[in-house]
Structures are given as structure tokens and as C-alpha cells.
């Protein structure tokens, strides 16, 4: 079992509808979780970074995080053509020492907003 | 904001070349920088973390001698690849990040092609 699970799509919606992207994981010393967005031959851009439990919004971008549940959430509200790309969910532990600097991914979800 | 920047953004080169990529934090200083590869539709696989002025720490099965990684400022990394063949051609993506509970802002990667 990996330690984080994505679904990889693809996943196509219309435009203009909520998308739910999705990552669980197994990991209970995950603190730290971020979404990130890639475009195509691009780098991964960091779209939402919450610490522990509870939701964080930004514009029309909403992330969730459930630890009990070892569930986190990306809510895409009135998505658009130009929201289509990859999404990245990532996550590490507490603190500085190298082992919690570190990553781990899920593998990414493939979306497609379709005009 | 958090800019990391990564040049060159292509390479084309014959088998036996080194190519050095570069990897800059424009607005912040990095303590930390990560290089990573990708595979086609794939997740990040990350090959080795640097702290400024320390030797990188590489992942298992990741050829020190292989990635040369040079993290001299708070604000510079380098991955030479050398002696490249066609098996290291990839995608090529450096990140950044702050001291502490920061995330990693990622470059928009290199494409190395070796003929």
C-alpha cells in the first residue's frame, strides 16, 4: 500500500461546476499538507499549504483536511478551461530535520474542464 | 512571493556530455533545495536534498557520482549530470524552500534529451 493514495483520473467536468479532487494516506505524523497544480512540461505550483486538521479557502480554491480520517481535500469552485492540469497532493511531518523536510506525493490527478 | 527559477529550460546533447542545470530562489533564501525527476505521467521521484553549504544527501539507487549537486548560496543549486546517456534523459525539476515549516516552491523544470 502506498503511503498516499490519489486517484489519477483522467476526470473531465463542465465548466463552471465544483471539482473534488481527493488524496487519503496512511502516515499519521503527516502535519503538513499542500496542493499543488502542473501544467503540461511545467513545475508544480503550490496552489493551498494547511497545517493539521480544518479547511482553508483561498479565492475559489477550498482545501480540507480530516486527520482522523487521514482524508484531504482540493475544492475547485466555477472551474475554468484554463484549471485543467494536473493536481499534486503532497504532504511531510513536523520540523526541520531532514526526514521531515521531505515530500511525499500522490501520484496526481489528470482534470479536464471542458468548455 | 516565493519565484524559484531553473535554466536551461531544454537541452539537446550528445551521449558522454555533462550539462550542468541551475536552480535559483529570486526572492527568498533557500536553506534547503530538492532536485527531483519525473517520468511521462508520472509523480515527482526526488533524488536528493541539499542544505546551503553542506553535501547533498541523495535518495537510495540515486549515483552520487552520477548528479553532482552543489548547493554553494542561499540563493544557487546546481545539478551536473554527468557523462549523460540516453537512460538519463528526463524531466528535471529543482524546489525551494525556506528555513522551517515552509513549502517547497518548485522551478518549471528541464527537459534533457540525450541523443
Known amino acids: 500500500q502506498k503511503e498516499v493514495e490519489q486517484d489519477p483520473g483522467p476526470l473531465s467536468v463542465p465548466e463552471g461546476a465544483i471539482v473534488s479532487l481527493n488524496c487519503t494516506y496512511s502516515?499519521?505524523?503527516?502535519?503538513?499538507f499542500m496542493w499543488y497544480r502542473q501544467y503540461s512540461r511545467k513545475g508544480p505550483e503550490l496552489l493551498m499549504y494547511?497545517?493539521?486538521?480544518g479547511n482553508k479557502e483561498d479565492g475559489r480554491f477550498t482545501a480540507q483536511v480530516d486527520k482522523s480520517s487521514k482524508y484531504i481535500s482540493l475544492f475547485i469552485r466555477d472551474s475554468q478551461p484554463s484549471d485543467s492540469a494536473t493536481y499534486l497532493c503532497a504532504m511531510r511531518g513536523v520540523g526541520s530535520n531532514f526526514g521531515n523536510e521531505k515530500l511525499t506525493f500522490g501520484t496526481g490527478t489528470r482534470l479536464t474542464i471542458i468548455p | 512571493g516565493a519565484v524559484v527559477s531553473q535554466h536551461p529550460s531544454r537541452v539537446i546533447c550528445k551521449s558522454g556530455t555533462s550539462v550542468k542545470i541551475e536552480c535559483r530562489s529570486l526572492?527568498?533564501?533557500?536553506?534547503?533545495m530538492f532536485w527531483y525527476r519525473q517520468f511521462p505521467k508520472q509523480s515527482l521521484m526526488l533524488m536528493a536534498t541539499s542544505n546551503e553549504g553542506s553535501k547533498a544527501t541523495y535518495e537510495q539507487g540515486v549515483e552520487k557520482d552520477k548528479f553532482l549537486i552543489n548547493h554553494a548560496s542561499l540563493t544557487l543549486s546546481t545539478l551536473t549530470v554527468t557523462s549523460a546517456h540516453p537512460e538519463d534523459s528526463s524531466f528535471y525539476i529543482c524546489s525551494a524552500k525556506r528555513q522551517g515549516n515552509q513549502p517547497q516552491h518548485f522551478g518549471d523544470g528541464t527537459r534533457l534529451s540525450i541523443l
Open positions: 502516515n499519521s505524523a503527516f502535519q503538513y
Open positions: 526572492d527568498f533564501q533557500a536553506t534547503t
Open positions: 494547511t497545517y493539521s486538521s
